[in-house]
């Protein structure tokens, strides 16, 4: 069955480059970024490697942990990490599944056959610290991925949770954003936004961020 936002993330045990993962329990009450990978010793993921764990100080921040999984066995990953670190100047932080008997893989839908039948594809899974599935992107094998993006969304869903707003389009920390259509109350309003706000429309209220 296709995976939905808001759906419960699928629970798995499974080996990884730091050992064996009983993913919910390692999710623990964090936020996870859970991305696949097609193939180690491949150019584009081992950029993609090194850039995740040069994250690590912004992951902390916001209480992320991040996990990559791919078909290859933990034994080729640990070899193809020696590569990563000389090439990206980076020290790998992070586990890497090793989903050779594609349990990972099968359960996420990483695997789109008509591109390939065996290799997973460029997913991506953020997953809250409720366990919950709150973003699902897929990106083609040869276009590297922007965890900026991954990054920014993260930060509109951890300040979206606990704010009656939304953030606009290529809304970044700071900026402007956007007052629920659903709060309605002046009242209420007035309380949550004292910066105040501009209507622009009935539907559309711009207040500044609310926790800066
Ligand atoms: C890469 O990571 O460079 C890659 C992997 C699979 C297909 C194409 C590129």
């Given at each position: 069955m296709a995976l939905h936002i808001g759906a419960v993330a699928p629970d798995f045990t499974q080996e990884s480059t730091e050992g064996s993962i009983h993913f919910h329990d390692w999710i623990g009450k964090d936020w996870v970024i859970l991305f696949s990978h097609?193939?180690?010793?491949t150019p584009v993921c081992t950029t993609e490697l090194g850039a995740v764990s040069k994250l690590k100080p912004e992951f902390e921040k916001r209480h992320i942990k991040a996990i990559g999984v791919s078909v290859d066995p933990v034994e080729s990953h640990k070899k193809w990490i020696a590569d990563i670190e000389d090439t990206q100047n980076a020290k790998m932080n992070f586990p890497i599944l090793g989903d050779s008997d594609k349990k990972v893989s099968k359960l996420y839908d990483m695997i789109h056959p008509e591109w390939n039948d065996t290799l997973t594809v460029r997913s991506v899974f953020i997953i809250d610290p409720n366990k919950k599935i709150r973003l699902i992107i897929t990106y083609p094998a040869s276009t590297g991925r922007n965890f900026q993006e991954i990054l920014r969304v993260i930060d509109s869903l951890q300040l979206t949770d606990s704010h009656s707003v939304a953030t606009p389009a290529d809304w970044k920390q700071g900026q402007d954003v956007i007052i629920a259509p659903s709060l309605q109350d002046p009242d209420e309003m007035k309380k949550k936004f004292p910066k105040g706000w501009k209507e622009l429309r009935p539907y559309l209220r711009v207040t500044p961020q609310p926790d800066k």
């Amino acid at each position: 069955m296709a995976l939905h936002i808001g759906a419960v993330a699928p629970d798995f045990t499974q080996e990884s480059t730091e050992g064996s993962i009983h993913f919910h329990d390692w999710i623990g009450k964090d936020w996870v970024i859970l991305f696949s990978h097609p193939k180690d010793f491949t150019p584009v993921c081992t950029t993609e490697l090194g850039a995740v764990s040069k994250l690590k100080p912004e992951f902390e921040k916001r209480h992320i942990k991040a996990i990559g999984v791919s078909v290859d066995p933990v034994e080729s990953h640990k070899k193809w990490i020696a590569d990563i670190e000389d090439t990206q100047n980076a020290k790998m932080n992070f586990p890497i599944l090793g989903d050779s008997d594609k349990k990972v893989s099968k359960l996420y839908d990483m695997i789109h056959p008509e591109w390939n039948d065996t290799l997973t594809v460029r997913s991506v899974f953020i997953i809250d610290p409720n366990k919950k599935i709150r973003l699902i992107i897929t990106y083609p094998a040869s276009t590297g991925r922007n965890f900026q993006e991954i990054l920014r969304v993260i930060d509109s869903l951890q300040l979206t949770d606990s704010h009656s707003v939304a953030t606009p389009a290529d809304w970044k920390q700071g900026q402007d954003v956007i007052i629920a259509p659903s709060l309605q109350d002046p009242d209420e309003m007035k309380k949550k936004f004292p910066k105040g706000w501009k209507e622009l429309r009935p539907y559309l209220r711009v207040t500044p961020q609310p926790d800066k």
